[in-house]
């Protein structure tokens, strides 16, 4: 079992920035590929970034590239997703989860998650 907990998430205004947190605890959570999904009320919860065990390759959702940056530090166990130049259409309640394999973009191929952290960005 790996055990991930977001933390990061909060009230912004367009245009700023937020940096969020996944740590991870339990079985090996450094061996895994880690993913940031999120889900708008009403919508389902979409793929956003992923990130190998390694940290050596990352993949984005067009949508975000060149504004998040998803990154890793396994000497913490923890994944990050830094969040520039933010967008009313990022608030969503963000996830985070583990994967066996690099650049999932789908929700059945991870196997562990969080519980979330809401992002609301104001216009």
């Known amino acids: 079992q790996v055990q991930l907990v977001e933390s990061g998430g909060g009230l912004v205004q367009a245009g700023g920035s937020l940096r969020l947190s996944c740590v991870a605890s339990?079985?090996?959570?450094?061996?895994?590929?880690m993913g940031w999904f999120r889900q708008a009320p009403g919508k389902e919860r979409e793929f956003v970034a992923a990130i190998s065990w390694n940290g050596g390759s990352t993949y984005y959702v067009e949508a975000v590239k060149g504004r998040f940056t998803i990154s890793r530090d396994n000497t913490k166990n923890t994944v990050y997703l830094q969040m520039n130049n933010l967008k009313p259409e990022d608030t969503a309640v963000y996830y985070c989860?583990?994967?066996?394999?690099?650049?999932?973009?789908?929700?059945?191929?991870?196997?562990?998650w969080g519980q979330g952290t809401q992002v609301t960005v104001s216009s």
């Open positions: 339990g079985r090996t959570g450094s061996s895994y590929a």
């Open positions: 989860a583990a994967a066996l394999h690099f650049r999932q973009t789908l929700v059945r191929e991870y196997d562990y």
